[in-house]
């Protein structure tokens, strides 16, 4: 299992990774909102400003206050790392 650091001491799984969005469009709100609401929301800002939101397969939604272009280059390491 791959792990990608999305700050202050957080990772999550590379493989249940959906997609990364910015958290700034009304859908993303809606979804965070959604999540929230079913319990199903990770918030691992640690009470800075949310910068990006990680979706993953089991519909469980993170929030980080890591950018989505770092977090982008941290999993595009792993990959080389792993090879």
Known sequence: MKLINIGFGNLVSSEKLV???APDSAPVKRI???AKA???LIDATCGRKCKSVLIHD???VVLSAVSCETIMNRAEEGEKDEQ
């Open 58 to 60: 089991s519909d469980h």
């Open 19 to 21: 997609a990364v969005v």
């Open 38 to 40: 079913n319990g199903k």
């Open 32 to 34: 965070v909102q959604e």
